[in-house]
């Protein structure tokens, strides 16, 4: 329904629920605002009066921001009354404000409408209670003086990110916010996500990068603003880098179609790990007879490299791998692409190696990561890509977050989840970690043994079975196996399986009846599940439990592995897997390699390569004698990584490209500087399918160069023909040859910023949710595949009676390559910690922050105790981003059959007072 009136004797129409403001922007007609956002997720208050218009035959104006017109309403933005009552608002609001000229942001929505409204300075006497700058946080600087009370902030925090740490306080003039129970921002829960200060229309709450720290004067004001996407997570967050005299003076969050302007603590405030003085900045060459270890400083590499010229260092890299290749043949050299770097980077990476070296022995991250999802998802519904878009959540009456804790990891995805439960859906997390900040917004719980999803998923899927809740239609139509699946689960009721997994039958009965009769309800899942040796068994279920219930394919239902890395999707599609060429199509099917043979000129190898830890294992046999490493860590994020360090300096020849002298490069024959994300052109695909725009902001610093340049050069000296000038020129070799790239153009992403596979016409949007009406299978039909009970490859016993498990933290990227050099995030959480519930450390008769020895089979460190009651009492956890104390000495390199993916989620551990 429209509803039409007049704004300044001009007919428009506004549709059902818009406000005045919102059909005045829309017609290009500025009203001032400050309490009032147009970002989606925020509420319109209406309580600065900033905005006020002038309605015919209303006695008092209106505040345009929560105003909805009605029919032949006749509204006056512009008129003599409405702009002098504007004026006396900013008046009265400039009187309480710092003076301009040491205002905290010059720049801010309050000083741009005061000058637009002439108002320079106010008539009024101001408040007389300044209130002290709190700089307690190392992100944000809090001069409240400027505050006139908007309540923008509160709900950024707890509508918006729905982190509830801001709350409005006090009466009257000291009506103001405060952290939790007015603590210093420093000492509160805040997790630092920034979207107050982000909303905050007067500088009462800044980045404390941008205000001196001295006198709290500063601006918003850049040189200038380059739109890209946050480097990050797989949520794709799109940002603008704020620029000022070429640097990154702040990020802010824009309005894409994951993020809405959300962003976390890294997005906003880790960038600075680009400026880093650890950066490379010129190819490096080893030393003759330097030795191959881990004692070399990163800030002065020179006792074990020298500089070189990029003439010789490439010549040096693709020289010792061409050697190797000619003296062994081609599969004695092996490549590590990256999920960091851009779609057409990670194309040209699994090109290189096959058509270099003429076989498929590259892979990435993603084998570390969602391969087990993948290997079930690709089985069971024909993609390896979620069925879903993760904002869908707000359309879901029932929520299932397993094994993945996105308030840490994947947190403005976090925030659409915890949003939809304030509007009423259920949230199921099912962790064994209760510690997960997502755990608090759960209506419900399940904190159940670490390795036993499957006999928890099977149980729930036996509920469904016997208390007659299978979509029977659902599955006739769209599936095929379910005898099967039915009879198999008929052994595993819930009271079978409390006492394995430590539920209560109830309980699964209960969340078993929840998700099933839900009318959508959506599975979103992450490394808990993914990296076991049972991994894939893990995903299958959850496929399976989606597939009897009907919970695919429609708005608000769905299955949704949250992809990690910023591009782990896009790299993969892109074909940096051992045994699939771009969009998943297998080495070993002729048709598909004659169809790429065609395209690319060179014979494919039908022979599926090595994956990243059997790549390991072939180096340490002798039949792998080169690498190239481009944008990884895998001498701290392979498991059982002493191991893999052995093996990195067993090699012949290690080629790595990479932004840092990392672990992994300390190990290298050659270094090669390249451009970190900010410094370079090319587009990503993150969790939800959305393939983005990544554009420059920064040349690369010293002689580093763009990673693209590096490769191709890299190519030609290995006698490739390669001649691509640009990223565009690879994206539209990658368009030709992949059917998900059609109707997405270099261009159409240049212009759209964003823009989801599959996309069924040039000017469409691309498709959000799919398969509602086949799956990509012969047949159109799903699979469903049974998993029966295993065990984790190595349990705990006598001498190694604990369980440890590994992952992540908010602050920290996975090996702190990147965010151990950026200044904010390093200073939030400087130090490894192994987390134990408090009563394990009583009967080991030690206190928090006290030092603990954490061993396994494979090795030990030493770290501090970090008290966490949410944890087990039998469960150690370490996240692995510290090489001082690096988890995965510790971890198991046992794999998953079918993914290939190791166990860092559970190995048999000790702890002992160091
Ligand atoms: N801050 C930050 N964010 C990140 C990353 C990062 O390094 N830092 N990395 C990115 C990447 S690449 C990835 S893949 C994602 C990973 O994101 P997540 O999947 O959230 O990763 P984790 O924290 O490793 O593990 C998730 C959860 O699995 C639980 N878990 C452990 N064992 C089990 C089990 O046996 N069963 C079940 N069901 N759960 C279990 C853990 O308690 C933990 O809460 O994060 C991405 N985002
Ligand atoms: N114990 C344990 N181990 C794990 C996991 C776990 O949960 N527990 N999780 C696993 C998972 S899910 C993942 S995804 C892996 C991640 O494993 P890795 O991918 O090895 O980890 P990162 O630290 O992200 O490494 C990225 C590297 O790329 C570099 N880099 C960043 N940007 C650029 C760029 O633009 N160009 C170039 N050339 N280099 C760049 C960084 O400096 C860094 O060295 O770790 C795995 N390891
Ligand atoms: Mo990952």
């Given at each position: 329904m429209t509803i039409r009136f007049t704004l300044d004797g001009r007919a428009v129409e506004a549709r059902e629920g818009e406000t005045i403001w919102e059909v005045a922007r829309r017609e290009g007609t500025t009203i001032p605002h400050l309490c009032?956002?147009?970002?989606?997720?925020y509420r319109p208050d209406g309580n600065c009066r900033a905005c006020m218009v002038e309605i015919e035959g209303e006695r008092v104006l209106a505040a345009s921001c929560i105003r909805t017109p009605a029919e032949g309403m006749a509204v006056k933005s512009a008129s003599e009354r409405a702009r002098t009552a504007r004026k006396l608002v900013m008046e009265l609001l400039v009187a309480d404000q710092p003076p301009r000229e040491t205002a905290h942001d010059a720049a801010s929505p309050l000083w741009r409408f005061a000058d637009a409204q002439g108002v320079t300075h106010a008539r009024f006497p101001g408040r007389d209670h300044p209130a002290a700058p709190d700089l307690s946080h190392p992100a944000m600087a809090v001069n409240l003086d400027a505050c006139i009370s908007c309540t923008l902030c509160a709900r950024a925090c707890r509508?918006?990110?729905?982190?509830?740490v801001i709350g409005m306080a006090y009466r009257g003039d000291h009506h103001r916010p405060v952290f939790d129970l007015d603590d210093p921002m420093g000492a509160s829960t805040c997790v630092a996500c920034g979207e107050c200060v982000q909303a905050c229309p007067t500088g009462a709450l800044m980045p404390a990068s941008i205000v001196d720290r001295e006198t709290q004067v500063g601006s918003r004001g850049a040189d200038e603003s380059v739109d890209s996407v946050c480097p990050y997570c797989g949520v794709g967050c799109q940002i603008s880098y704020k620029l000022r005299d070429g640097t990154i003076a702040y990020v802010e969050g824009r309005d894409g179609p994951a993020n809405e302007s959300r962003l976390c603590v890294k997005g906003r405030f880790g960038f600075d790990y680009v400026a880093?003085?650890?950066?490379?900045t010129v190819p490096l060459i080893r030393r003759e007879g330097a030795p191959k270890n881990l004692d070399v400083d990163p800030t002065n590499p020179f006792t074990h490299f020298r500089e070189a010229s990029w003439e010789e260092a490439l010549d040096a890299a693709a020289n010792g791998l061409a050697r190797i290749r000619d003296a062994r043949g081609g599969r004695a050299v092996a490549g590590f692409g990256s999920a960091k770097g851009s779609n057409e980077e990670a194309y040209l990476v699994q090109k290189l190696i096959r058509q270099a070296f003429g076989h498929n022995n590259v892979d990435h991250c993603t084998r570390l990561c969602h391969a087990s999802s993948v290997a079930a998802l690709m089985e069971g519904i024909g993609s390896g890509a979620v069925t879903a878009p993760f904002n869908d959540a707000l359309l879901a009456d029932v929520i299932v977050v397993i094994g993945a804790n996105p308030t840490e990891n994947h947190p403005v995805a976090a925030t659409y989840f915890k949003q939809a439960v304030k509007s009423g859906a259920k949230l199921v997390v099912m962790d064994p970690r209760g510690s997960t900040l997502m755990m608090r917004h759960a209506t419900h719980r399940l904190r159940f043994r670490p390795g036993t999803d499957v006999a928890l998923l099977n149980a729930m899927m036996n509920v469904v079975v016997t208390e007659g809740l299978v979509d029977r239609d659902y599955v006739a139509t769209h599936t095929e196996g379910f005898e099967r699946m039915e009879a198999h689960l008929a052994a595993y009721t819930p009271e079978a399986m409390a006492e394995r997994c430590g539920i209560e039958a109830g309980t699964i009965r209960e969340v078993a009846r929840l998700y099933a009769t839900a009318e959508r309800a959506m599975i979103f899942w992450g490394m808990g599940v993914s990296q076991h040796t049972h991994g894939t068994d893990n995903a299958r279920c959850l496929i399976s439990l989606a597939l009897m219930t009907g919970q695919v394919g429609r708005p608000g239902t769905g299955l949704h592995p949250l992809r990690g890395q910023n591009n782990v999707q896009g790299a993969s599609d892109a074909g940096l897997i051992p045994m699939v060429l771009p969009d998943y199509a297998r080495v070993g099917d002729e048709a598909v390699r004659a169809r790429f043979e065609a395209a690319w000129g060179f014979p494919v190898s039908a022979q599926p390569g090595l994956t990243v830890t059997e790549i390991i294992d072939a180096i340490h046999a002798g039949d792998i004698r080169g690498l190239y490493v481009m944008g990884e860590n895998p001498a701290m994020s392979d498991p059982d990584v002493v191991h893999a360090r052995e093996a990195l300096a067993a090699l012949e020849h290690l080629v790595v490209q990479d932004i840092f002298l990392t672990e992994t490069a300390m190990y290298a024959d050659v270094v090669l500087p390249a451009s970190a994300w900010p410094e370079k052109t090319g587009t990503v695909t993150n969790t939800n399918r959305q393939v983005q725009m990544g554009r420059p902001a920064l040349p690369p610093p010293g002689e580093a160069r763009e990673d693209l340049a590096i490769l191709v050069d890299l190519g030609r000296r290995l006698g490739l023909p390669w001649d691509y000038a640009h990223a565009r020129d690879v994206f539209a070799e990658m368009a030709r040859v992949m059917p998900s790239l059609a109707n997405i153009t270099w261009e159409r992403l240049e212009r759209e910023d964003a823009v989801t596979y599959p996309c069924p016409a040039p000017d469409a949007p691309g498709q959000a949710v799919v398969f509602g009406d086949a799956f990509p299978r012969a047949g159109g039909k799903a699979l469903f595949v049974p998993a029966g009970l295993r065990d984790p490859a190595e349990t705990p016993d006598a001498d190694f009676p604990m369980v440890l498990t590994t992952g992540r933290q908010l602050e920290h990227w996975h090996t702190g390559a990147m965010t151990r050099r950026a200044g904010i995030l390093d200073a939030l959480e400087p130090a490894p910690t192994a987390s134990l519930n408090p009563r394990t450390l009583a009967r080991l008769g030690l206190g928090a922050g006290e030092s603990v020895r954490v061993e396994t089979r494979r090795g030990a460190i030493v770290l501090d105790a970090r008290a966490d009651a949410a944890l087990q009492e039998d469960m150690v956890f370490v996240p692995f981003a510290y090489v001082e104390a690096a988890a995965n000495v510790l971890t198991n390199s046992a794999i998953d059959p079918d993914g290939k993916i190791p166990e860092f989620k559970y190995c048999a551990a000790r702890v002992v007072r160091a």
């Open positions: 009032h956002r147009p970002e989606p997720g509508e918006v990110q729905v982190n509830d880093s003085p650890q950066r490379l």
